[in-house]
Every structure is written in C-alpha cells, then in structure tokens.
C-alpha cells in the first residue's frame, strides 16, 4: 500500500460543503413533472448489454469491474452515484435499502468502469430481523465473482464501528484473498480531526500495505490472511479486525463528491485491456420498470418508521414511454388498513410527498420527464 495519496487526501478535511438532504419516501396520487434541468448524461431508457462497438476499436478498450462491498448504510449507493455522476441505485437513510446487486456502468475515453453495488453484509439474524431474502447473502458472492478489484467501504463517521472491520467483511475477504482489495474511508466530511483518519488507516490496515502483487494476484502473506474463519462463541476482543492486504487506502465524502477523482483516476489506471461489456451511452442493465419499483420502496423506507417499510411490497401496475415522458404507476401493498391510513396521511399529504419524491428521483435518474402515480391496497380479511 502506498502512503503518497494521504496529504492530499486530507486536504478533503479543509473543505467545507453543505450537507445534502437526505432521500424521503411517501403514498398515492398522479403527479407529473417535467425538467429541462436534467443531468447532461442521463440514464438511457431501456437500458440494456449492447453488442456493438462504441467508435473504439476492440483492441483498445480496457475496462474494470469493481465490487463494492461493506456493511449496511456505510454509503455504498451513493458512492456509486457520484462516481458514475448518475443516479441508477436507489438510495435512504435507513439501511438494506439495497436488497440485490445493481450493475452501474461509467465509460471514459477508452475505459469502461463496470461497478457492483451489493447488498450490505449481514448475518442470518439480521435476514430474519428485517424480512429479508435469503439470496441476500448470496448476491454479494455473484457481484465478486464477476469482479477484477474488490472495494471494501468503511463508515469513518461511525465512532462506534469505525476502528474495526466487521466479521462478515473479513470472512469475504478471507474467501475471495485471490483478488485484489482497496480500502475507501467513506463520510470524511463528518471529521475535524486529520489525527483520527491517520489513526483509523494503522489500525483497519494493521499498519501494513500490500502494494506489491504478482501478476496473478496474489496477495503477500496470502497463508497467513487465510488461516482461519471467525468462529462462533469467540470473544469479540480475540477476533481479526484488521486487513494487512488492502493495496491503498482512499479517502472519500461519497455525499459531497470529495475524493471521487482520485480514486476514479486510480480504477481507470487499473483497468484492463478487453472488450467493454456495454455501450458507452448505457448506465445500467437494470430494466426502467425495475429502477421505478426500487426507487418507490427507498422513498418509503425514509418516510415510514422503524420496521413498518420493510413489510410493505410494491408492484408495477403500468409503465409506458411516449414522446420523451415516462407514464408510471406502482402500488403499494399493505399488510393492514392501519398501515395503510399511515402511509396515505391526513388528506393523502404524505403520500403526495412520497410521490413528488419519487418522481424527482426518477427525472433525475432518466433524464425525461415523468407522470407517476402511486397507489395502495391493504389486504381484505
């Protein structure tokens, strides 16, 4: 690991940014937006695998896929995001906002930077907790399988958890040594202290880089990181904490874009030379109708409180595109009336909030205007 990266990733501590206010959710009514004010490059409808060659020949293209992986709520989405400078993962306050991996694709020049936005990483008593799939668990192994560099993103403003690496981390870690790792220090702006993150990178790398690797990958002392999984009944304090292998150390706001550069920089310097798997206007291989459900739930994991959001199941009802605007409607599943009288609010208000939400996320992230109408229905007894 290299250290020439640290004094000006702490000249990221000097600037001062204004927070971004955080993704809300909400219930039912038509609302129809139109922007002219979109992102240069927005998300292409229907995004898809392109075949075809883009104005590069083949035996110039790199590319480089990466997954990202941590805990939940460390920032992961939005750390993709702003990397890609798109809105293709759905975003919230609260955690296992993302429930599959997503694919967001960001091509520049002649490289193609495939990312993998993973669930976070859980134990079996959280799938329970949260009512989650079972595939939660393993659709972060089908992201690593399909990558060349695994980021690990560690929540710095975190005081609680930050000075050590979760055990479902290492135990990834530890099954996929092969490949080769990076450590991203996310939420920086959230710290005065250019002391703490010195601190934070001795102690999560154990005060060690890898830097050097072969040419197959293989990490340094590979037979010591992988003697060993984390047992059940083991003291917390005797268990690994620390990586040795990561190759660098990043230093990021996934929230104010400090940072991204570099570490963008650093991914396409990396890259390697192969055929892209996608066309250069394309963002994601996630479907439109797919990306309006998941942005549904994300705003409703924000508006609704504790585990209420989590038992809600939302449908696609109609989606079509007509002369660049983008007709919607999703329904919202409710469990009981109650829930869903609390969704709905005091003369529907929260739920046109919901959905005044949900459709700015939408225009942002296709870059058309949007009409979406969000409806719900609690099951009959």
């Not at 293989?218 to 992988?226: D, I, K, N, S, W």
Request: hydrophobic share 35%; glycine share 4%.
């Amino acid at each position: 690991m290299r250290y020439n990266w640290f004094s000006s990733a702490l000249k990221l501590l000097n600037r001062t940014n204004s927070n971004r206010c955080l993704l809300t959710n909400g219930r039912s009514l038509s609302n129809a937006t139109q922007s002219d004010d979109t992102s240069s490059n927005p998300a292409q409808l229907p995004p898809q695998e392109s075949t075809k060659n883009i104005n590069k020949s083949v035996d110039q293209q790199m590319s480089l896929h990466i997954a990202v992986i941590g805990v939940p709520n460390v920032g992961k989405s939005t750390f993709i995001n702003n990397i890609i400078n798109h809105r293709v993962c759905p975003t919230s306050a609260k955690v296992h906002t993302t429930r599959k991996s997503n694919t967001a694709i960001c091509t520049t020049g002649q490289t193609q930077l495939v990312f993998y936005d993973t669930p976070g990483l859980v134990t079996q008593r959280e799938i329970r907790k949260h009512h989650l799939e079972q595939s939660f668990k393993s659709s972060y192994r089908h992201a690593i399988q399909h990558a060349d560099v695994i980021a690990v993103m560690q929540d710095v403003s975190n005081s609680w958890t930050r000075k050590e690496l979760h055990p479902t981390v290492l135990d990834t870690l530890k099954a996929y040594a092969n490949l080769p790792s990076f450590l991203v220090l996310n939420k920086i702006d959230a710290l005065k202290s250019k002391r703490v993150l010195l601190d934070l990178i001795k102690t999560l790398t154990n005060d060690t880089l890898s830097g050097q690797r072969n040419g197959k990958g293989a990490t340094r002392g590979l037979a010591a990181a992988t003697t060993g999984q984390v047992a059940e009944g083991i003291p917390l304090s005797k268990r690994q904490t620390t990586w040795d292998h990561f190759d660098n150390v990043f230093l990021v706001s996934a929230m104010t874009g400090n940072g991204l550069n570099e570490l963008q920089n650093y991914l396409i310097g990396q890259a390697l030379p192969r055929q892209w798997r996608f066309a250069s206007d394309i963002h994601t291989d996630a479907s439109p109708e797919a990306l309006i459900v998941e942005s549904v739930r994300a705003r409703l994991l924000d508006y609704l409180p504790q585990e209420i959001p989590y038992n809600l199941k939302c449908e696609l009802e109609y989606y079509s595109l007509e002369k660049h605007v983008v007709y919607t409607s999703v329904q919202v599943q409710c469990p009981t009336e109650r829930i869903e009288r609390l969704i709905c609010g005091e003369s529907n208000g929260k739920l046109r909030q919901i959905t005044e939400r949900v459709t700015s996320d939408l225009v942002e992230m296709f870059g058309q205007a949007v009409s979406l109408t969000i409806s719900t229905a609690s099951k009959v007894k």
